[in-house]
């Protein structure tokens, strides 16, 4: 059994040991007492990658020889350079395989590292532990910012959270500063942004009262979800969708189905389905590990 790593950065920094596709003893959390959203938005890249090899180092047990090392993070990464990042900006230009490498060497781990997207991560995680390491899995995950997770994984992007769901010049508030994207809409950050008076929970409980602005945002918050999962379908064909991340309890499943049935009319393109799936942070954790042993196969 490969005995592997997995690391995930988004709001904090999570990372587990893995097994045989299951995470053995626990994961870790650094920092371990952090509740702002954003607060690894002001860290220097260096810092969180020396961050990274503390928390990887402390995960091996000694003598014990690790055959692949996954680190997932947000933005646009190829070939081990973080080449985007709204959602952690320091990190655009990063080479992160290198600076994580060196940094490990330093504390006498020799493994390969590898740096995928986190919500390819995810998705990979829900492949491996549902046994559907053959299948097409995708996964959009909600929470500061919007993710797209494929597996298997192809070449590009896979930007999804930036589709452009509305044509509104207004539409202004997505991170990368593009107009009319799906993140712009449905992001926590943006929804702050949006909704200077108000924080995003405050908004769904208002809708719930009855509050008409806020009505109209969560019917536009489901709307654009369903137009970029239209745009998925219609490009690449129906399947399985899954939902998950750290504010999925605010996504009405009922509600985007109905919205998700009036854009796709195709027959041929039906036949999809929607789960919902609370957020699971090992699931992430066990997806770079996986993605990185595939990787590390690859090599040889």
């Known amino acids: 059994m490969a005995k592997t790593i997995g690391v995930v950065m988004t709001e904090a920094i999570r990372s587990g040991f893995v097994e045989d596709h299951k995470i053995t003893g626990s994961t870790r959390r650094f920092p371990e007492n952090m509740d702002d959203a954003s607060g690894l938005i002001e860290v220097p890249a260096d810092a969180l990658c020396e961050s990274m090899c503390d928390e990887i180092r402390a995960l091996i047990p000694d003598g014990t020889q690790i055959d692949a090392i996954g680190v997932a993070m947000p933005g646009i990464i190829r070939s081990g350079v973080v080449e985007d990042s709204p959602n952690l900006p320091q990190l655009k230009g990063a080479r992160v395989v290198d600076t994580v490498q060196a940094g490990l ?4 781990v020799a493994a390969r590292v590898s740096v995928f997207n986190d919500a390819d991560a995810a998705a990979a995680g829900l492949a491996a532990t549902r046994g559907h390491l053959d299948r097409l899995i995708r996964v959009w995950t909600i929470g500061n910012g919007i993710g797209f997770g ?4 192809a070449e590009g992007p896979w930007e999804g959270g930036h589709a452009i769901v509305s044509l509104d010049p207004k539409e202004n508030y997505c991170g990368c500063g593009g107009k009319g994207h799906l993140e712009g809409i449905m ?3 943006a929804m ?6 108000l924080e995003p929970d405050e908004v769904f409980a208002a809708a719930k009262k009855g509050d008409k602005r806020c009505l109209e945002f969560v019917e536009r918050y489901h709307r654009a979800l369903a137009a970029a999962t239209a745009t998925q379908i219609h490009l690449e064909g129906p399947g399985k969708f899954y939902f998950t991340g750290r504010d999925i309890s605010r996504l009405d499943i009922t509600r985007l189905k109905q919205y998700l049935y009036e854009m796709v009319k195709m027959s041929p393109l039906q036949s999809y389905t929607l789960e919902v799936l609370p957020e699971d942070a090992s699931l992430s954790v066990i997806g770079a590990a996986v993605a990185a042993e595939q990787a590390q196969s690859s090599y040889r």
């Not at 060497?105 to 006498?108: Q, V």
């Not at 494929?150 to 994984?153: A, V």
């Not at 702050?192 to 008076?197: A, V």
Request: aromatic share 18%; net charge positive; no cysteine.
């Open 192 to 197: 702050r942004l949006r909704f200077l008076d």
């Open 150 to 153: 494929r597996y298997p994984y």
């Open 187 to 189: 992001g926590h950050r």
């Open 105 to 108: 060497k330093a504390r006498g």
